[in-house]
């Protein structure tokens, strides 16, 4: 899978331009007014995205909702994001977008969007107020969790392997980074 390409441009992107870019498979992310093309996923991410969605499904609670990429996530004008997973408050969902804080934002790492998904999506969440960012990384397998407490990101759980992480947000569910990537 080819890098993450950033586009430049003479002053920042903004979601009106983002509206105006065509829809080719591609994933046009801004990351306060730097645009970001990433290719489309492969099948391991694929798979572990669609595993993932259904734990997050059985486990939804009344007034939140699961949503699987694409959806834009814009909390400002020079920010839109699109986790490969989020959770949120189902008053909080637009005609076309989501603007409120995320209740969970997921990514899965693949080698194309590593650095971009630990760091800079990282910081992009945690600024933005997403209260809970949970990274997977098929290759290991592993589930990395990070919880906003009093401003910052903090580690409430990572687990690797047939360990199974029991968390609370953004309700309760049970997850088992093994299982997420086999085939059903």
């Not at 002053?11 to 730097?34: K, N």
């Not at 945690?126 to 960012?133: F, I, K, P, R, W």
């Given at each position: 899978?080819?890098?993450?390409?950033?586009?430049?441009?003479?002053?920042?992107?903004?979601?009106?331009?983002?509206?105006?870019?065509?829809?080719?498979?591609?994933?046009?992310?801004?990351?306060?007014?730097?645009?970001?093309?990433?290719?489309?996923?492969?099948?391991?991410?694929?798979?572990?995205?669609?595993?993932?969605?259904l734990v997050l499904r059985a486990a939804e609670t009344p007034g939140t909702e699961?949503?699987?990429?694409?959806?834009?996530?814009?909390?400002?004008?020079?920010?839109?994001?699109?986790?490969?997973?989020?959770?949120?408050?189902?008053?909080?969902?637009?005609?076309?977008?989501?603007?409120?804080?995320?209740?969970?934002?997921?990514?899965?790492?693949?080698?194309?969007?590593r650095s971009k998904d630990l760091l800079l999506k990282r910081g992009l969440y945690?600024?933005?107020?997403?209260?809970?960012?949970w990274v997977v990384d098929p290759e290991e397998p592993s589930l990395l969790v990070?919880?906003?407490?009093?401003?910052?990101?903090?580690?409430?759980?990572?687990?690797?392997?047939?360990?199974?992480?029991?968390?609370?947000?953004?309700?309760?569910?049970?997850?088992?980074?093994?299982?997420?990537?086999?085939?059903?």
């Open positions: 899978m080819a890098a993450v390409t950033v586009m430049p441009r003479e002053g920042d992107w903004t979601v009106d331009d983002l509206d105006r870019l065509p829809d080719d498979g591609l994933q046009y992310e801004l990351a306060d007014g730097v645009l970001l093309v990433t290719p489309a996923p492969l099948p391991p991410h694929q798979r572990v995205l669609g595993n993932l969605h699961v949503f699987v990429a694409p959806l834009d996530y814009r909390p400002s004008r020079v920010r839109s994001l699109q986790p490969d997973l989020l959770v949120v408050r189902v008053e909080d969902v637009g005609p076309a977008n989501v603007q409120r804080p995320l209740l969970l934002a997921v990514e899965i790492l693949s080698r194309s969007t945690e600024d933005s107020g997403v209260a809970s960012y990070l919880d906003l407490v009093d401003g910052p990101y903090v580690e409430t759980a990572h687990v690797h392997g047939d360990d199974v992480a029991r968390l609370e947000r953004p309700f309760p569910v049970q997850v088992q980074p093994s299982a997420l990537v086999r085939r059903r």
